[in-house]
C-alpha cells in the first residue's frame, strides 16, 4: 500500500479541482479522536458535532435550546429536570433512538474508564452534581440535581463536552473500547486517513430537528451534500493555494489573509466569537507564583499593538472573560491592564528579579495567532528588561503540557464559552485536582459557583464585575482580544455562515453549479 505525506497530499488535492457534491474543509491541525468529548480539541469537536447530538444544543444567538429532546421541563424546586425525546429518531445504524440509549450514554461518560472531558462537570467536584439518571418510559429521561443549578443545560449543550452526545452502544467494542461514533447527526463517519483527512457522508435517514432555517446547532439541519472532507492542512501558503484553486471550498484563515482573500473574488465572511486568545501565567511556578512579577510581565506588554498587528486590525482589546457581544459586558468588564514600562521595572525590583530566563510556548497553527502573540510579547518583555525565550511546540504536544499545568508561560487560545460562568470555569479551579486551570483563588471559586447557581440577571452581573476586578489584581492570565472569526468561502457554496461558537456548520450548505 502507497502511503503519502500529509503535505504532498494537500498539494495533490489542490493540483486537482473539487468536483461533484462534497465539500473540502481546511483543518489547521488533525483531530485528536472520534470519541465524543474525550481525547478531544476544537478542530476535533468542529468535526465530531456533524455526527453526533445531545439532548439540548445552541442556538445561534448563544442560547440553549432542546434538541433530541423535544421539551425539557424544570420542576419548581430546580432540582429535576424531565427531558420528552424526540420520536423517530435514527442512529446510523438504522436504530431508533430511545431513553435506554440516553441513559446507556450517559452512564459511559460517568464511568472514569471513559474518561470523558466534562465528567468533573456533573459529578460535583465543580459545584454542579446529577444524582439521578432514570427513564420511566422510552422517550423519557429524568436527571435529579443535588442542588439547582443556572447552567445545568447550558453545561449539557457545551461543544468541548460533545453535547453529552447520546450514541448506540455499539459505537464501543465488545471490551468496551472505543469504536466509531454511531451517533444521530445530519453525517456519519466514511474514513479517517490520521494526519490527511476526515471523510463524512450524508446520513440518508437523518431525521432534522423542527425549523425553517439553521439556528446555531439545532433548528433545520439537513445534509444537503454527499459528503464533506476536512483536510488537514497545517501550511497557511497551501490553504491559500487550494483555496484560489477551488480545491478548497471552506477554511479560516490568518487576519493578515483577510484583504488579499477579499480581492481574490472569494467570499470572506465574518462573525463575532466568544474564542479568547491569550497568555497565560503560571502562578506555581517559582518564579511567576509572586504577583509582582506576573505584573510586571503584564505591564510590559503593548496589548493594543499586539492585537492590533496579528488580527490586522480586526480586534479590539479585552481583558475580560467575558466576550465583547456578551449582554454582560459592562463598562467594569471594560476595565484593563495599563501599558507601564515603569511600574514593570518598580515590580520586577520588588519581586527581586535577577534576569532569569522565562519560556513562554507557543505553537504555529495558522489560524490562532499562538506563534505571532509570542514574538510580539517576547520582544516587548526583553525591552522591558524580561529574559524571554521562545519553545515552539506542536499542538498536541503543547495541549498536553497545558493539561498537565507544565509550562511557565504559555501563548494560548481558548475556544468559545456563551455564558460568562462558563467561560470563568475554563480556566478557573483548584490545581490540586486539575491541573489545567490557570487561576486558583478560593474566594473566586467561590463566586463563580455562585453564579452557577443565581438566574437573576442583575445579580450575576454583579457576580461577573467583581470576578473581574479580582483577576486583574491576580494577573494569572492575560486575554488579549476575542476572536472574529473569519471564513473564506468558495463562490459554489451557498448557506455557509461563521457563528459565536467558531466551528464550522455544513449541514444546510448547497453547493451551487
Same mark, same amino acid.
Given at each position: 500500500?502507497?502511503?503519502?505525506?500529509?503535505?504532498?497530499?494537500?498539494?495533490?488535492?489542490?493540483?486537482?479541482?473539487?468536483?461533484?457534491?462534497?465539500?473540502?474543509?481546511?483543518?489547521?491541525?488533525?483531530?485528536?479522536?472520534?470519541?465524543?468529548?474525550?481525547?478531544?480539541?476544537?478542530?476535533?469537536?468542529?468535526?465530531?458535532?456533524?455526527?453526533?447530538?445531545?439532548?439540548?444544543?445552541?442556538?445561534?444567538?448563544?442560547?440553549?435550546?432542546?434538541?433530541?429532546?423535544?421539551?425539557?421541563?424544570?420542576?419548581?424546586?430546580?432540582?429535576?429536570?424531565?427531558?420528552?425525546?424526540?420520536?423517530?429518531?435514527?442512529?446510523?445504524?438504522?436504530?431508533?433512538?430511545?431513553?435506554?440509549?440516553?441513559?446507556?450514554?450517559?452512564?459511559?461518560?460517568?464511568?472514569?474508564?471513559?474518561?470523558?472531558?466534562?465528567?468533573?462537570?456533573?459529578?460535583?467536584?465543580?459545584?454542579?452534581?446529577?444524582?439521578?439518571?432514570?427513564?420511566?418510559?422510552?422517550?423519557?429521561?429524568?436527571?435529579?440535581?443535588?442542588?439547582?443549578?443556572?447552567?445545568? /443545560?447550558?453545561?449539557?449543550? =457545551?461543544?468541548?463536552? +460533545?453535547? &453529552? !452526545?447520546? #450514541?448506540?452502544? $455499539?459505537?464501543?467494542?465488545?471490551?468496551?473500547?472505543?469504536?466509531?461514533?454511531?451517533?444521530?447527526?445530519?453525517?456519519?463517519?466514511?474514513?479517517?486517513?490520521?494526519?490527511?483527512?476526515?471523510?463524512?457522508?450524508?446520513?440518508?435517514?437523518?431525521?432534522?430537528?423542527?425549523?425553517?432555517?439553521?439556528?446555531?446547532?439545532?433548528?433545520?439541519?439537513?445534509?444537503?451534500?454527499?459528503?464533506?472532507?476536512?483536510?488537514?492542512?497545517?501550511?497557511?501558503?497551501?490553504?491559500?493555494?487550494?483555496?484560489?484553486?477551488?480545491?478548497?471550498?471552506?477554511?479560516?484563515?490568518?487576519?493578515?489573509?483577510?484583504?488579499?482573500?477579499?480581492?481574490?473574488?472569494?467570499?470572506?465572511?465574518?462573525?463575532?466569537?466568544?474564542?479568547?486568545?491569550?497568555?497565560?501565567?503560571?502562578?506555581?511556578?517559582? /518564579?511567576?507564583?509572586?504577583? =509582582?512579577?506576573?505584573? +510586571?510581565? &503584564? !505591564?510590559? #506588554?503593548?496589548? $493594543?499593538?499586539?492585537?492590533?498587528?496579528?488580527?490586522?486590525?480586526?480586534?479590539?482589546?479585552?481583558?475580560?472573560?467575558?466576550?465583547?457581544?456578551?449582554?454582560?459586558?459592562?463598562?467594569?468588564?471594560?476595565?484593563?491592564?495599563?501599558?507601564?514600562?515603569?511600574?514593570?521595572?518598580?515590580?520586577?525590583?520588588?519581586?527581586?528579579?535577577?534576569?532569569?530566563?522565562?519560556?513562554?510556548?507557543?505553537?504555529?497553527?495558522?489560524?490562532?495567532?499562538?506563534?505571532?502573540?509570542?514574538?510580539?510579547?517576547?520582544?516587548?518583555?526583553?525591552?522591558?528588561?524580561?529574559?524571554?525565550?521562545?519553545?515552539?511546540?506542536?499542538?498536541?504536544?503543547?495541549?498536553?503540557?497545558?493539561?498537565?499545568?507544565?509550562?511557565?508561560?504559555?501563548?494560548?487560545?481558548?475556544?468559545?464559552?456563551?455564558?460568562?460562568?462558563?467561560?470563568?470555569?475554563?480556566?478557573?479551579?483548584?490545581?490540586?485536582?486539575?491541573?489545567?486551570?490557570?487561576?486558583?483563588?478560593?474566594?473566586?471559586?467561590?463566586?463563580?459557583?455562585?453564579?452557577?447557581?443565581?438566574?437573576?440577571?442583575?445579580?450575576?452581573?454583579?457576580?461577573?464585575?467583581?470576578?473581574?476586578?479580582?483577576?486583574?489584581?491576580?494577573?494569572?492570565?492575560?486575554?488579549?482580544?476575542?476572536?472574529?472569526?473569519?471564513?473564506?468561502?468558495?463562490?459554489?457554496?451557498?448557506?455557509?455562515?461563521?457563528?459565536?461558537?467558531?466551528?464550522?456548520?455544513?449541514?444546510?450548505?448547497?453547493?451551487?453549479?
Amino acid at each position: 500500500m502507497i502511503r503519502i505525506s500529509a503535505s504532498a497530499f494537500a498539494f495533490a488535492l489542490i493540483g486537482s479541482a473539487a468536483q461533484g457534491q462534497t465539500i473540502n474543509v481546511a483543518l489547521n491541525a488533525d483531530i485528536r479522536s472520534t470519541n465524543p468529548g474525550v481525547n478531544r480539541d476544537d478542530n476535533t469537536d468542529a468535526v465530531v458535532l456533524h455526527m453526533v447530538e445531545g439532548l439540548v444544543g445552541y442556538r445561534e444567538n448563544g442560547a440553549v435550546a432542546p434538541l433530541l429532546a423535544e421539551k425539557v421541563d424544570v420542576s419548581a424546586d430546580g432540582l429535576t429536570y424531565t427531558f420528552h425525546l424526540r420520536k423517530g429518531v435514527k442512529f446510523h445504524n438504522g436504530a431508533e433512538m430511545t431513553s435506554a440509549d440516553v441513559l446507556w450514554s450517559w452512564n459511559r461518560y460517568m464511568d472514569a474508564k471513559t474518561d470523558w472531558r466534562c465528567k468533573a462537570e456533573f459529578d460535583g467536584r465543580l459545584g454542579l452534581k446529577v444524582t439521578d439518571a432514570t427513564a420511566p418510559d422510552a422517550t423519557t429521561v429524568v436527571m435529579k440535581l443535588e442542588k439547582p443549578s443556572a447552567l445545568f /443545560l447550558d453545561t449539557m449543550a =457545551r461543544t468541548d463536552c +460533545a453535547m &453529552v !452526545a447520546i #450514541l448506540h452502544k $455499539d459505537s464501543v467494542k465488545a471490551d468496551g473500547s472505543w469504536d466509531k461514533p454511531i451517533g444521530t447527526g445530519p453525517f456519519q463517519l466514511a474514513d479517517w486517513r490520521r494526519g490527511e483527512f476526515v471523510l463524512l457522508k450524508r446520513f440518508d435517514g437523518y431525521v432534522s430537528p423542527v425549523g425553517d432555517k439553521r439556528d446555531g446547532y439545532v433548528g433545520s439541519k439537513r445534509p444537503q451534500v454527499a459528503e464533506v472532507k476536512f483536510l488537514s492542512i497545517a501550511d497557511g501558503a497551501t490553504v491559500k493555494a487550494g483555496l484560489m484553486s477551488g480545491a478548497l471550498d471552506v477554511a479560516d484563515v490568518p487576519d493578515e489573509d483577510v484583504p488579499e482573500m477579499k480581492k481574490s473574488g472569494l467570499q470572506v465572511l465574518t462573525a463575532p466569537s466568544a474564542t479568547k486568545h491569550g497568555i497565560l501565567l503560571q502562578t506555581r511556578d517559582p /518564579l511567576l507564583g509572586d504577583v =509582582r512579577m506576573r505584573q +510586571a510581565i &503584564v !505591564a510590559a #506588554l503593548d496589548q $493594543d499593538e499586539i492585537v492590533g498587528a496579528v488580527s490586522n486590525g480586526l480586534g479590539k482589546t479585552n481583558n475580560s472573560a467575558v466576550y465583547i457581544t456578551s449582554p454582560f459586558y459592562d463598562e467594569v468588564q471594560k476595565k484593563r491592564y495599563s501599558h507601564d514600562l515603569a511600574r514593570t521595572k518598580k515590580l520586577l525590583a520588588e519581586a527581586g528579579y535577577k534576569g532569569e530566563t522565562i519560556k513562554l510556548i507557543a505553537n504555529k497553527r495558522s489560524t490562532v495567532p499562538s506563534y505571532p502573540v509570542a514574538i510580539m510579547a517576547q520582544a516587548m518583555l526583553q525591552a522591558a528588561g524580561i529574559k524571554a525565550e521562545i519553545e515552539i511546540l506542536e499542538w498536541a504536544t503543547q495541549l498536553d503540557r497545558f493539561s498537565k499545568g507544565n509550562y511557565q508561560m504559555m501563548s494560548f487560545s481558548y475556544s468559545a464559552r456563551i455564558d460568562p460562568a462558563q467561560s470563568y470555569n475554563q480556566f478557573s479551579g483548584p490545581k490540586d485536582k486539575l491541573p489545567s486551570k490557570v487561576w486558583d483563588n478560593a474566594e473566586a471559586n467561590a463566586l463563580i459557583e455562585k453564579a452557577t447557581l443565581v438566574s437573576e440577571e442583575a445579580e450575576r452581573r454583579k457576580i461577573f464585575d467583581q470576578l473581574h476586578v479580582m483577576m486583574l489584581a491576580d494577573a494569572p492570565l492575560v486575554f488579549l482580544y476575542n476572536q472574529v472569526d473569519t471564513a473564506v468561502v468558495s463562490k459554489r457554496l451557498q448557506g455557509f455562515a461563521p457563528w459565536v461558537a467558531s466551528k464550522p456548520r455544513l449541514w444546510e450548505v448547497t453547493i451551487g453549479k
